[in-house]
């Protein structure tokens, strides 16, 4: 209980009284727009059921369950951008018929909510907001509404709009022959539309009680007569905030349906601890007068031939005790040179920051231009060139001095006056923790997961070649090994069962599909549910660097639990440029389901050209496009919200040119990435992270080989867009 | 047939949870959120444990007692500081000094950065003051009266330096040689006071954030 409540408080605390949290923007003024205190069962700002224009404060990561005697609904909502929330909702819906027999009367769904505020409330404008629920999903929630909100009272605030669709009480039944997942653009906005409204009055600082009137006649659940629509179209609930980030609800729909709801958010901008629990970084020392040390002044000791290991020796225990390898360095009279490896800062100028500082307290005074080159996998990413006596000048002020100060340049690959450090290589790393594998959205079992233990190592052989791999031993769990879905029209019409997977083992035809396409992705649980060891990953990959601007990286071995080969990269990136381009080619087997280093028959050459582009406001843009695993060609598109602090939220979707049949439910490959830094939640320097990806659903069109070690996250830590936007910590 | 499945269940957690991550790996690795929030938080735990530990083992010492013992130890020029946010005074020596700026450290490497007794920044507090650009300074060290713009820089934590900007009026304090310094802003208002000689802060309490709070200064050792 005690661990539980550090954790929370660890992960959610708010830390700063909101008076000054308001005030802590960049900008003069405060850019939110109308803030909701109240998330709706669907997790958007809103009433009970129906939405409002309110908004969530920008970068909120936050999630909800509303489980009522008509659905339980899971969402995951995020304040993309100012004015744009977004949802993805996985709901259990009664009332309805599965394909699936044994599943009793209720289906489970997917769905995706885009809300846009158009308008902001100001002097007696109300708050004006459109938006599409479910729009892109099977169509049980799907609906669109225009909605406008006004703050009467400070306590008080009411809105009304008009609703289409499940909004204004219509089903639009999906197409049997539609699998789904595309934007239904052509039923937006049609039909005959309602009216809904709501009030809420904020009774006291945590509690809110709402009123609303709405005009959903719960078509999908109560058609078969399996559940009844409630009796009144007018809805009240109560929510109790009981700290900024959890909100409890308890509501009725119609005064016969009960329902409760859960929900909570995280902001970015709502660190326990802000400034991180590092210790504090030696300060600069300061170059004597010329007169007091002549010799130091003069230079004459760069002729000595001890100076430089002496100094690098000083300075490699220096750099490591702030988490950094000093690889290589170069030293002259005037100039010296500090190649690092960065593994503990995850905003990468704190790491220049501390370098810089210890290089004025180890340097002779004679030197004057300090290069602070940044190694990722043996490859240079960058180099920040600064004047010594800026760093002494600028120590402890406003870091956007010290960056007007800096140069950031390209990395010459290899300068020949680098000497490496003695004693760093061959490197030994190694690991072994608890694993936890997770599987969601399977409509049987909801919620499958492993336990187990995982050993991790890696030997780097020299920087840039690096061998590494894990092996896992599966504890408990409830994942099994499984065939695929048996496709229906071969099992007399009947769906939801599997092949098991000795028949699916024993009949290597069933890999392919009926219409064709190979399993590539569709049989992911045969891997799963092993009770003896796997070999999830065992490869060795070389980094390396032909040109400044260009790095290579190849790997061979088993690149990911389902497959095995080689893996072969290119990118061009220049450290001041925000666009890159990059080429990937795999040759790859498919492992074997249960011998750790068998393999199968499937083997495949997928290729991809890229794209990518880092905006100033924290967005990435990426394009692949190229040849997937089951040979379809076709594209993915991938939008990446990225804060200075490591938090990162994106979303992807890739259509190929398989077609919607081939492909099954769902029509084309999507989901949305999830990734936080340890740091952020618990304050201790760490570049570990934890995060996932939620797909919506895992098939064999858009798949792609999951190797790890790609070149672009390697690259970019130290490169002009992301370095600068985290410059903020460099005399932290 | 299902009690031993539970128990074998019950062995291996306990067996998995035993080897809670150990290893020298870098940072860098991608973790499944649970387990992190686990070790976070078993982290945490033993964090306040070993605090606590400390705690009882070091006998319970007035702030006279560690000056004195301070400065008959550590050379170096010495501030006492106290924290009354965070209930802790402390002696903290000086590690660096460039122009009229100093680095005091505590041997929990927390710093504490002063511009000749004037508070320009925090360092490993987990609510740093990254730096303070006091406007008001000069008059404070004449002990004139006037108004100025103070701008406090923080480490916000979605990574960025903030600045929290204070309209601050310097004037007498109710005692004799008291230089009081009002300042506000953004919905909040704060106080700070000095004693200034010949234009050094010797004693002062200043405002560092608002969640680190005020702090008392006090010189020991020049």
């Excluded at chain 1, 992960?11 to 205190?37: E, F, K, M, Q």
């Excluded at chain 1, 490591?646 to 949305?672: H, L, P, Q």
């Excluded at chain 2, 605090?51 to 050379?75: H, I, S």
């Excluded at chain 2, 004693?195 to 020049?222: C, D, E, F, N």
Aim: aromatic fraction near 8%; proline fraction near 7%.
């Amino acid at each position: 209980m005690r661990a539980h409540s550090m954790l929370t408080r660890r992960l959610l605390a708010s830390t700063v009284p909101v008076a000054l949290l308001l005030g802590l923007g960049t900008s003069p003024a405060r850019t939110d727009p109308l803030i909701g205190d109240v998330l709706n069962s669907y997790g958007l700002p809103g009433g009970v059921e129906t939405p409002t224009a309110e908004m969530l404060p920008d970068g909120t990561l936050g999630g909800t369950l509303s489980y009522n005697g008509l659905g339980r609904r899971h969402n995951v909502i995020f304040q993309l951008h100012p004015r744009i929330t977004t949802a993805l909702r996985y709901s259990r819906v009664e009332g309805m018929k599965d394909h699936i027999e044994d599943l009793g009367n209720h289906i489970w769904d997917r769905s995706f909510d885009i809300r846009f505020q158009v308008l902001d409330e100001a002097g007696w404008r109300p708050a004006v907001a459109v938006g599409l629920q479910d729009f892109m999903g099977t169509g049980v929630y799907s609906g669109e509404y225009i909605v406008a909100s006004k703050t009467i009272t400070p306590r008080l605030r009411a809105s009304l709009g008009i609703g289409w669709g499940r909004l204004a009480g219509e089903y639009r039944r999906p197409d049997s022959d539609d699998e789904g997942g595309k934007p239904n653009v052509d039923e937006w906005f049609s039909g005959s539309p309602k009216p809904f409204g709501s009030i809420a009055w904020q009774a006291t600082d945590k509690l809110s009680l709402v009123a609303e009137y709405s005009s959903d006649e719960y078509v999908p659940e109560s058609r078969d007569g399996l559940e009844e629509a409630p009796g009144s179209q007018f809805n009240l609930g109560a929510y109790y905030t009981f700290n900024p980030q959890y909100q409890l609800g308890l509501y009725t729909l119609g005064g016969d349906v009960f329902g409760a709801q859960f929900s909570f958010a995280l902001n970015p901008r709502n660190a326990p601890f802000p400034s991180g629990l590092e210790k504090a970084p030696a300060p600069v020392r300061p170059r004597p007068a010329p007169a007091a040390d002549p010799e130091g002044w003069s230079g004459a000791w760069s002729a000595d031939p001890t100076a430089q290991p002496a100094i690098q020796t000083v300075l490699k225990d220096a750099l490591a005790d702030e988490g950094q390898m000093l690889e290589s360095m170069s030293l002259s009279a005037n100039r010296a040179e500090v190649r690092i490896r960065n593994t503990r800062y995850i905003q990468h100028s704190e790491a220049v920051g501390r370098t810089a500082r210890l290089m004025t307290r180890a340097l002779p005074p004679s030197v004057e231009t300090l290069v602070i080159t940044s190694n990722a996998e043996g490859m240079a990413t960058s180099s920040v060139v600064l004047k010594r006596s800026d760093v002494e000048r600028l120590e402890n002020t406003e870091a956007g001095r010290i960056a007007t100060a800096a140069e950031l340049v390209d990395a010459t690959p290899r300068p020949g006056d680098l000497v490496r450090t003695p004693g760093l290589f061959p490197r030994f790393r190694w690991n072994l923790a608890p694993y936890l594998d997770i599987g969601l959205f399977d409509p049987e079992d909801p919620l499958r997961y492993e336990v187990g233990a995982e050993v991790k190592a890696s030997y780097e052989l020299m920087p840039g070649l690096i061998l590494s791999g894990s092996l896992r031993q599966r504890a408990f769990g409830n994942m099994d090994q499984s065939g695929p879905a048996i496709p229906p029209e071969l099992n007399g019409g009947v769906r939801g069962d599997h092949y098991t997977a000795e028949e699916y083992e024993a009949d290597p035809s069933l890999e392919t599909s009926p219409e064709g396409v190979p399993r590539v992705r569709s049989d992911t649980r045969m891997y799963t549910g092993r009770t003896s060891p796997t070999i999830p990953e065992l490869t060795l990959a070389w980094y390396a660097q032909p040109t400044e601007q260009v790095y290579t990286r190849v790997t061979v071995g088993l690149l990911e639990r389902a497959y095995g080969g080689v893996s072969g990269e290119v990118l061009w990136k220049p450290a001041n440029s925000p666009l890159a381009f990059g080429a990937e080619v795999n040759r790859v087997k498919k492992r074997d389901f249960d011998d750790m280093f068998g393999f199968r028959d499937y083997e495949v050459t997928t290729g991809h050209l890229s794209a990518y582009y880092e905006f100033a406001n924290g967005f990435t843009a990426q394009l692949d496009v190229g040849k997937y695993l089951a040979g379809d060609k076709g594209a993915t598109v991938t939008l990446t919200r990225e804060f200075a602090n490591g938090w990162r939220v994106g979303a992807f979707a890739t259509k190929t040119d398989m077609s919607d049949e081939e492909f099954g439910n769902g029509s084309f490959d999507k989901g949305i990435t999830i990734s936080l830094p340890i740091t952020w939640a618990a304050g201790t320097p760490t570049r570990d992270r934890a995060g996932s990806t939620l797909r919506s659903l895992s098939r064999d069109g858009g798949a792609r080989v999951d190797v790890s070690g790609r070149l672009y996250d390697k690259v970019r830590d130290a490169q002009s867009v992301k370095l600068y936007q985290g410059w903020g910590r460099f005399w932290r | 047939m299902t009690t031993t499945r539970i128990h074998r269940a019950a062995l291996s957690t306990l067996l998995i949870a035993g080897l809670a991550a150990c290893g020298n790996q870098d940072g860098g690795q991608d973790a499944n959120p649970l387990l992190i929030a686990a070790r976070t938080a078993a982290g945490g735990v033993s964090a306040m444990r070993g605090d606590k530990a400390a705690q009882a083992q070091a006998p319970a010492r007035t702030p006279e007692q560690m000056a004195a013992e301070a400065l008959r130890v550590n050379p170096a020029p010495l501030v006492m500081v106290g924290f009354e946010s965070l209930g802790r005074t402390q002696v903290m020596a000086m590690t660096g000094q460039n122009g009229a700026m100093r680095t005091y450290m505590a041997p929990s490497k927390e710093a504490l950065i002063l511009r000749d007794g004037m508070v320009v920044g925090t360092r490993g507090l987990g609510h740093d003051l990254s730096v303070a650009e006091p406007g008001t300074e000069a008059l404070i060290r004449a002990g004139r009266s006037g108004t100025a713009r103070r701008v406090m820089r923080y480490y916000s934590g979605d990574g960025l330096e903030r600045p929290l900007s204070f309209d601050c009026t310097v004037g007498p304090g109710p005692k004799p040689g008291v230089v009081l310094e009002s300042c506000e802003g953004h919905g909040a208002r704060f106080q700070n006071s000095f004693m200034p000689q010949g234009g050094h802060l010797p004693v002062s309490r200043q405002w560092a954030g608002p969640k680190l709070g005020y702090v008392t200064i006090q010189v020991l050792r020049p």
